[in-house]
């Protein structure tokens, strides 16, 4: 061991000091150069800044064991994980969540930031309503006249091709408003293979229906079982999934890579869940369900770690849902 003098201490301390100094300063002007980079881009493009457009939050409070999420948490949180945009979902059927989040609710708690806030309306098909098909489509006009831009979270306790859904399906069509779904064995049921999603799709070709939740993104692999749309399968991705062969035949498929479903379909293989987002990437988007302060969210973890194709990325993460959505520049 070199011994030193308190003096060469002294002057080693000091230079330690100035070069962490410089360190830090270097780091904090990077940061910031990345900042000033990222909002020129945004001022290019005419949109909020941020990487991400997240497909599916939700406002108010969900569940009985969870907090209220005000607009402005949301906002806050938007920032800290570099999300540009959201869509916030209501929920207005019983079996969708502990209570009821109205789409009146939504769109007045997200009109003074409709810039990033973009709201969703939805009724569920047991609603009563006079007028047929007229009064169905006078009442989402409504929804659609205050701002909402698509129908959803639809997630309500019968079959996904029940009549009363197929009734709801025609007006969204009627006003041109992509649907947002969710898939499971309480929820829009169906059987393994999708054969009530496919009936869906192909009695309403001109609107997008976007699929979201457990028996959803349970059939991304074949062999699916009754248990397996309820839960959250894991390891290898068998062939033959559902997902693809739907996506194949039917152009107005989309998927919302949100929550522990759409995370654990993408991480649980991660060979094929990467070739499923560069395959599909004109079909996917990012999302997160976020709907409750302090939440964990694990895309944010996982689109970190997945290298993607720049074009895929920018189509997944933000791009598609702008396009789907008609979102233009603020």
């Known amino acids: 061991m070199t011994m030193t003098s308190p003096g060469m201490w002294n002057h080693t301390s000091s230079s330690r000091r100035r070069f962490l100094g410089q360190v830090v300063a270097a780091g904090a002007a990077a940061a910031m150069s990345r900042r000033a980079i990222t909002?020129?881009?945004?001022?290019?493009t005419g949109f909020p800044p941020g990487r991400y457009v997240d497909m599916h939050t939700h406002l108010g409070t969900v569940w009985n064991t969870g907090q209220e999420l005000?607009?402005?948490?949301?906002?806050?949180?938007?920032?800290?994980?570099?999300?540009?945009?959201?869509?916030v979902l209501p929920l207005v059927s019983p079996e969708s969540s502990s209570y009821p989040i109205s789409s009146d609710y939504v769109l007045t708690q997200t009109k003074p930031h409709r810039d990033r806030l973009i709201p969703f309306c939805s009724v569920d098909p047991r609603t009563s309503y006079a007028g047929g098909h007229e009064g169905l489509v006078k009442m989402l006009r409504r929804y659609v006249d205050a701002g909402a831009r698509g129908f959803g979270e639809h997630k309500p306790g019968v079959a996904i091709d029940d009549p009363r859904n197929m009734a709801l399906?025609?007006?969204?069509?009627?006003?041109?408003?992509?649907?947002l779904f969710h898939l499971d064995n309480q929820r829009n049921m169906d059987a393994p293979g999708l054969p009530g999603l496919e009936r869906v799709l192909q009695a309403n070709p001109t609107i997008p229906f976007i699929g979201h939740g457990p028996g959803w993104w349970a059939s991304i692999g074949g062999g699916v079982t009754v248990a397996d749309l309820a839960g959250?399968?894991?390891?290898?991705?068998?062939?033959g999934g559902a997902i693809d062969r739907l996506m194949d035949?039917?152009?107005n498929l989309y998927g919302d890579l949100s929550a522990g479903?759409?995370?654990?379909?993408?991480?649980?293989d991660a060979k094929f869940g990467r070739a499923f987002l560069v395959r599909r990437q004109d079909r996917l988007m990012f999302g997160t369900d976020f709907l409750a302060p302090g939440q964990n969210v694990p895309q944010l973890e996982l689109f970190a770690k997945i290298e993607l194709p720049t074009d895929a990325a920018a189509k997944i993460f933000r791009d598609n849902a702008?396009?789907?959505l008609g979102l233009t520049t603020i």
């Open 232 to 239: 959250y399968p894991r390891g290898d991705v068998a062939p």
């Open 261 to 268: 479903s759409g995370a654990g379909a993408i991480s649980r």
């Open 249 to 251: 035949k039917y152009p």
């Open 70 to 87: 005000t607009a402005e948490e949301l906002l806050r949180w938007m920032d800290a994980a570099d999300i540009a945009q959201a869509i």
């Open 39 to 44: 909002s020129r881009a945004a001022e290019r």
């Open 169 to 179: 399906y025609a007006g969204c069509a009627e006003l041109k408003l992509p649907v």
């Open 322 to 324: 702008r396009r789907l």
